[in-house]
């Protein structure tokens, strides 16, 4: 006769404790990829005043610096997280782009423009989601089996 195996069922508290430590990662990430625009951003703006580069340059590395930071984010993210890597590396690419779009505005003096928020979003979402779909087989753990000799 096989034996009823009893399955257990998650309260609750387990959920929003669950909730809570990936929104935890998810700032940790958020706070690393901020950190890492900062250091960028500053960075080139030594290097295009010290070596006298157009400014056509500029918005295409800041972009670059955005995607790769949000790439960061979504690995800092997606690291000790315990849910699907796929959907918070996604929430936190928008997360980051929504925080490194309020503080840089505040930085320039006022509000960017809402086009400019919602494309930078966007890009979040699509870069934190591929992040997290790349990261999640390099970051979880192999399964190991025994075998047992005949």
């Known amino acids: 006769m096989a034996k009823k195996v009893k399955k257990q069922k998650r309260t609750g508290g387990?959920?929003?404790?669950?909730?809570?430590?990936?929104?935890?990662?998810?700032?940790k990430g958020c706070i690393g990829g901020i950190i890492f625009t900062i250091a960028a951003v500053l960075i080139f703006a030594y290097l295009l005043k010290s070596m006298s580069l157009s400014d056509g340059v500029i918005a295409p590395v800041n972009e670059g610096i955005k995607m790769i930071a949000a790439l960061l984010t979504a690995y800092l993210a997606t690291k000790k997280a315990g849910g699907p890597a796929w959907l918070i590396g996604a929430l936190s690419g928008v997360v980051y782009m929504a925080l490194g779009f309020f503080v840089?505005?505040?930085?320039?003096?006022?509000?960017?423009m809402w086009q400019i928020l919602l494309s930078?979003?966007?890009?979040?979402?699509?870069?934190?989601?591929?992040?997290?779909?790349?990261?999640?087989?390099?970051?979880?753990k192999p399964k190991h089996t025994s075998y047992k000799r005949a």
């Open 14 to 27: 387990e959920k929003s404790a669950s909730l809570a430590g990936n929104a935890a990662q998810i700032l």
């Open 104 to 112: 840089f505005s505040l930085l320039d003096g006022g509000m960017g």
């Open 120 to 140: 930078d979003l966007l890009t979040g979402l699509l870069v934190g989601l591929i992040g997290g779909i790349i990261f999640q087989p390099l970051l979880s």
